[in-house]
T-cell receptor, first 114, second 112 residues
Framework: DGGITQSPKYLFRKEGQNVTLSCEQN?????MYWYRQDPGQGLRLIYY???????QKGDIAEGYSVSREKKESFPLTVTSAQKNPTAFYLC?????????????FGEGSRLTVL | KNEVEQSPQNLTAQEGEFITINCSYS?????LHWLQQHPGGGIVSLFM???GKKKHGRLIATINIQEKHSSLHITASHPRDSAVYIC??????????????FGQGTRLTINP
């Protein structure tokens, strides 16, 4: 079955460490997204990518980095520069199109900084 | 004021009741999405609509573009419907990628 796989589901990090969250999709979607979710707040866009080797900053990109070397993969690195990294992170994808398309989400990764 | 407002924020009902969750938005949109977030955190897309009404099983979604308002209805609610329901609007499309604005979600609890 097609879908999005995020890993790990839970991750603990010490302050000052970089961590990378994996996101893989087999839906043949061009567009991929990373969102952050904090309690009581709506999802906020961190980065998005329309096509391989291209990506754009979202609303809260500071302290994060991404790469898009393959169509199927869009990993997110939470760097030590991110001041408040403890959050729930969701990856999503959609078809590239001039019109809107349905979004598909992964199961999420919960990051806790100790 | 948030660009996408949902009401109520929390809703508790008995099994079998008819449920309505509302979403109002203040920005121009090309589509509106209703999403369901399970207790484990994963999100499933329920509906994407730009006009009128869509139905899938016991779920019905409607949108009124002129009034900038959408509703999600659940008929014959069941405890397995307990989840957070999120309204999101596609605000713009940039080179094929959608920029969405999300509501804060409605936490629905259906008691047996």
């Amino acid at each position: 079955d097609g879908g999005i796989t995020q890993s790990p589901k839970y991750l603990f990090r010490k302050e000052g460490q970089n961590v990378t969250l994996s996101c893989e999709q087999n839906l043949n979607h061009d567009a991929m997204y990373w969102y952050r979710q904090d309690p009581g707040q709506g999802l906020r866009l961190i980065y998005y990518s329309q096509i391989v080797n291209d990506f754009q900053k979202g609303d809260i990109a500071e302290g994060y980095s991404v790469s898009r070397e393959k169509k199927e993969s869009f990993p997110l690195t939470v760097t030590s520069a991110q001041k408040n990294p403890t959050a729930f992170y969701l990856c999503a994808s959609s078809m590239w199109a001039r019109m809107t398309g349905e979004l598909f989400f992964g199961e999420g990764s919960r990051l806790t900084v100790l | 004021k948030n660009e996408v407002e949902q009401s109520p924020q929390n809703l508790t009902a008995q099994e079998g009741e008819f449920i309505t969750i509302n979403c109002s938005y203040s920005v121009g949109i090309s589509a509106l999405h209703w999403l369901q977030q399970h207790p484990g955190g994963g999100i499933v897309s329920l509906f994407m609509l730009s006009s009128g009404k869509k139905k899938h099983g016991r779920l019905i979604a409607t949108i009124n573009i002129q009034e900038k308002h959408s509703s999600l209805h659940i008929t014959a609610s069941h405890p397995r419907d307990s989840a957070v329901y999120i309204c999101a609007v596609t605000h713009s499309i940039i080179q094929g990628a959608q920029k969405l604005v999300f509501g804060q979600g409605t936490r629905l609890t259906i008691n047996p």
